[in-house]
């Protein structure tokens, strides 16, 4: 083989593997992250640790939030709110298998139905403070459809977009729940039944946290692993809600 040959060889082996070569570098470019934190959620092992950090740190937020004022909580909740909301098309894969990094009107409808249902939660009359909230949710269920709908026939992954969307606003509506556990704080002999809640719910959400993760995308944008850790206490918070309520009655 001349010197030509075996240039052009080497030139036609380089043109082939430079396609793969990007597809390599694009698929560690999703997983692995630069900045202050370092490479955490890059690898399945500090992904899982992420999520399980997220979930604590949450958890711990909304119950101390609600142990200090309906207010505060009420700001937490927003919080969690926006951290579903931005995070979940992620979280769930669908953003990936639809090929972009974020689908705006699901995030959209996600945040202003669970900002409306923390507001809600936070006005509204004790008798019933969460009163609402189904109908939010139904509202948010709808447009979760029509968005879709509005996609056309034929578009990828509209199932599982209208899937990841409901389930994102039925977490984010669920949030407010903490706002109406503060607010039976928030009167006399609240204290031990919040306190018993949150004790039994780091438990659950422990439960829950483990089939999130099992379930979850195993590689991905890092705002996806921080959602997988926040979703499971924003779902519980009517959960909560309820609990406290008939633990305000039994030992009150």
């Not at 570098?25 to 890059?42: C, F, L, P, T, V």
């Not at 829950?208 to 590689?219: T, Y």
């Amino acid at each position: 083989m001349t010197h030509t040959e075996h240039s052009d060889a080497q030139t036609t082996k380089l043109r082939t593997f430079v396609p793969e070569l990007k597809q390599i570098r694009d698929k560690q470019r999703r997983k692995m992250y630069e900045g202050r934190i370092g490479a955490i959620g890059a690898s399945p092992q500090s992904r899982y640790r992420l999520v399980g950090i997220a979930a604590c740190v949450t958890l711990l937020a909304v119950v101390v939030a609600s142990i200090i004022h309906p207010y505060v909580s009420a700001a937490v909740c927003l919080g969690v709110v926006a951290l579903v909301a931005g995070g979940w098309p992620a979280a769930t894969g669908v953003a990936e298998l639809r090929g972009t990094h974020r689908i705006y009107q699901h995030s959209t409808i996600i945040l202003l139905s669970g900002v409306v249902s923390v507001v809600l939660a936070l006005t509204t009359p004790s008798a019933d403070r969460l009163a609402m909230l189904p109908l939010v949710a139904a509202v948010g269920i709808v447009c979760s459809f029509l968005v879709e709908l509005v996609r056309g026939e034929g578009s990828k992954g509209r199932l599982e977009s209208t899937i990841s969307c409901v389930t994102g606003v039925l977490a984010s509506v669920s949030a407010a729940g903490w706002v109406g556990i503060s607010r039976i704080y928030d009167t006399p002999g609240g204290a031990l039944p919040i306190l018993l809640t949150g004790v039994i719910f780091a438990l659950l959400v422990g439960l829950i946290g483990l089939r999130i993760i099992s379930a979850g995308p195993k590689e991905g944008p890092r705002r996806g692993a921080l959602t997988l850790g926040v979703t499971p206490v924003a779902f519980i918070g009517v959960v909560g809600y309820t609990s406290a309520t008939f633990l305000t009655y039994v030992l009150g």
